[in-house]
């Protein structure tokens, strides 16, 4: 990752800040931990997609709020945050404004977003300014997260309309 620089924006526009790759090959330790995160966060028959998503994100970088496509993940989204606590703020697709979520992404957390979370509401990293947990500041830094997703499901690519990867505005 060091010998990638820092993209100023994402192709949709979603991320700000960050270096991303996909891993496939890794160490027999780093193996066992990605056997555990999918073994705890995906059903036992779950397919898998080949790669790990790795995103390093800036101490200044962002997430914007986004629904991630169906077009290219299946039912479940999960993350092991490393490196810096921050916070995932989730905002209801239909009521931006009243159903907002708050959520303390502590440095070697897990998280993961399925039925309700991963379809109806979109998801974000807040910048430094913004992550602001229960009253207290969270210090924000460099964060890099591992993200494992299962196979799109069959005919998504229809549904496609539905659930976008594009920002959703904040009013």
């Given at each position: 990752m060091k010998r990638l620089r820092y993209e100023k924006s994402h192709w949709d526009d979603a991320i700000h800040l960050y270096r991303e790759r996909e891993q496939r090959k890794w160490?027999?330790?780093?193996?066992?931990?990605?056997?555990?995160?999918?073994?705890?966060?995906?059903?036992?028959d779950t397919q898998h997609l080949t790669y790990v998503?790795?995103?390093?994100?800036?101490?200044?970088?962002?997430i914007k709020p986004h629904i991630d496509s169906i077009r290219y993940c299946g039912?479940?989204?999960t993350g092991l945050s490393l490196l810096s606590d921050c916070v995932m703020r989730l905002?209801?697709?239909d009521d931006k404004e009243g159903k907002v979520v708050d959520l303390l992404l502590?440095?070697?957390?897990?998280?993961h977003l399925a039925h309700l979370g991963r379809y109806d509401f979109?998801?974000?990293i807040l910048n430094e300014s913004e992550s602001i947990?229960?009253?207290?500041?969270?210090?924000?830094?460099r964060r890099i997260s591992l993200i494992c997703r299962d196979l799109p499901k069959p005919g998504n690519e229809q549904r496609e309309g539905e659930?976008?990867?594009?920002?959703?505005?904040v009013e």
């Open positions: 160490s027999a330790v780093n193996e066992e931990v990605i056997k555990r995160i999918r073994e705890h966060s995906f059903p036992f998503h790795i995103l390093d994100l800036h101490k200044d970088g962002v039912d479940i989204i905002r209801h697709k502590e440095r070697r957390s897990l998280y979109s998801h974000e947990f229960n009253g207290m500041r969270v210090q924000r830094d659930v976008t990867m594009k920002p959703i505005p």
